[in-house]
């Protein structure tokens, strides 16, 4: 991650907050080293996962929470993920990490806060007739079918990948 941040010409310090999907460690495992470089963050983190970080402020979150102006949390679903939940003109987007649980509770979630205008992240074994609707689909690391997707939702689909940059307004 850190190695990213300086192809990326992120300064480490420059974060304030890390939201945490799950605690697997292709998701967490640069979060230690990000920590030593920057432990003045906040850290929102699902419940399942291990709350000793060495970081500012650590936030569990269990249930659909509101974290700061424009950006909420699905709460954690089955245990195991939250996805992050963010406003837009056009509407709410969800950022996921790997959609572990079905998508239609991660969408049920989210839509709480208002309509879902699309998703970026791992859509795992997500089922393709499941993002209909979606304007905005940025499929990622652990997607299952990617080129189903692609197939069926051109207008919409668009390749993720780390230091992908999506402007949404």
Same mark, same amino acid.
């Given at each position: 991650?850190? @190695?990213? $941040?300086?192809?990326? *010409? ?6 304030? +907050? !890390?939201?945490? /999907? ?7 495992? %640069? ?6 470089? @920057?432990?003045? !963050?906040? !850290? ?13 402020? #650590?936030?569990?979150? &269990?249930?659909? =929470? ?6 909420? /949390? ?11 939940? #963010?406003?837009? @003109?056009?509407?709410?987007?969800? $950022?996921?990490?790997? &959609? ?8 049920? &979630?989210?839509?709480?806060? %208002?309509?879902?205008? *699309?998703? !970026?992240?791992?859509?795992? *074994? =997500?089922?393709?007739? /499941? ?18 997707? +692609?197939?069926?939702?051109?207008? +919409?689909?668009?390749?993720?990948? +780390? %230091?992908? #940059?999506?402007? #949404?307004?």
């Amino acid at each position: 991650m850190i @190695n990213n $941040m300086e192809i990326l *010409g992120i300064d480490p310090l420059s974060i304030q +907050a !890390v939201f945490i /999907s799950h605690p697997h460690h292709d998701h967490t495992g %640069g979060l230690p080293l990000f920590l030593e470089k @920057n432990s003045n !963050v906040k !850290v929102w983190i699902p419940s399942c996962m291990d709350k000793r970080l060495s970081a500012r402020e #650590v936030i569990t979150i &269990s249930k659909p =929470t509101f974290l700061q102006e424009g950006i909420y /949390s699905t709460g954690e679903l089955e245990g195991i993920e939250q996805s992050m939940v #963010v406003e837009t @003109n056009r509407g709410f987007v969800l $950022m996921t990490g790997c &959609s572990h649980p079905p998508m239609e509770k991660i969408r049920a &979630s989210a839509s709480q806060f %208002g309509k879902v205008y *699309g998703i !970026v992240g791992g859509l795992h *074994g =997500t089922l393709p007739e /499941s993002l209909i609707g979606l304007n905005l689909i940025c499929a990622s690391h652990c997607t299952q079918q990617k080129e189903e997707i +692609a197939r069926l939702y051109p207008e +919409a689909f668009i390749p993720g990948g +780390a %230091g992908r #940059v999506i402007e #949404v307004e």
